[in-house]
Nanobody, 119 residues
């Protein structure tokens, strides 16, 4: 059974940083590209960052994604947090070997971890 589980969310002050973790089990981790998405209350889900099987990723100044194949984990480092970053953050896995922020491309999803940024 495939499971994707996020952790590391919490309440943080604006300007701070967080590292979110995602653990994928029940699948061959090296076969999957991974993505991070977020959804704020009343808004649509949006892609934040993604990383291919070999570690090629999107670049955003405040969002840094990485993966550790030995641990079946993918991480999202968020820096200079802003109140508008407040959202539920989701990790997802796709067999497509590409970095995409299209949620439809992803097969397996976690339950999310809440990030709340106070001003």
């Amino acid at each position: 059974q495939v499971q994707v589980a996020e952790s590391g969310g919490g309440l943080v002050q604006a300007g701070g940083s967080l590292r979110l973790s995602c653990t994928a089990s029940g699948l061959t981790f090296d076969d999957y590209a991974m993505g991070w998405f977020r959804q704020a209350p009343g808004k649509e889900r949006e892609g934040v960052s993604c990383i291919t099987r070999r570690g090629h990723s999107t670049y955003e100044a405040r969002f840094s994604i990485s993966r550790d194949p030995a641990k079946n984990k993918v991480y999202l480092q968020i820096s200079s947090l802003k109140p508008e970053d407040t959202a539920m953050y989701y990790c997802a896995a796709t067999l497509l070997d590409l970095c995409t922020l299209q949620s439809e491309a992803y097969t397996y999803w976690g339950q999310g971890t809440q990030v709340t940024v106070s001003s």
